[in-house]
């Protein structure tokens, strides 16, 4: 369980709680939790998930492969009928739900995972292809990640488009 916010007391005083009802051990500080890595610096925190990112580019076999500058074809279009149909789906599968997971900390990859996600059911060549150039751009960008400044207010702003 992480254990977050400004009131230091308030914070002890849940652990207190907690404990008197559940086993449980502080590890201190956060740094490594379920593939998020969490570094506290002066200007504030940043996260990434550069080991886990690392981790499934060796799974998908992309560890000497070379980088790309984008996550997608400038103007690709993905259609459901191109390409020819993949025997196994399997690791499509796990790759598409691993991005999926990576966006976390990855917001720039994104709209490319969108795009991909939605031919789980019956991938075809090219969109595994566009998985690998996804793979093949977060290898180039291994240590991106969120910064949450310690000098921000940290006021949450949402933007949408209605078209």
Known sequence: MIITGDDLSSIRDLQRFLSQNFEMKDLGQLNYFLGLEVTLGS???????AKYASDLLSKAGLSDSKTCTS???YNVKLLATDGESLPDATLYKQLVSSLIYLTVTRPDISYAVYLVSQFMS?????HYAAVLRILRYVK?????????SSHSSLELHSYSDAD
């Open 140 to 148: 180039g960008t291994l240590f991106h990640g969120l910064h949450f």
């Open 71 to 73: 996550p997608l074809e």
């Open 43 to 49: 200007d504030g925190y940043y996260l990434s998930q």
């Open 122 to 126: 019956a991938p075809r060549s090219t």
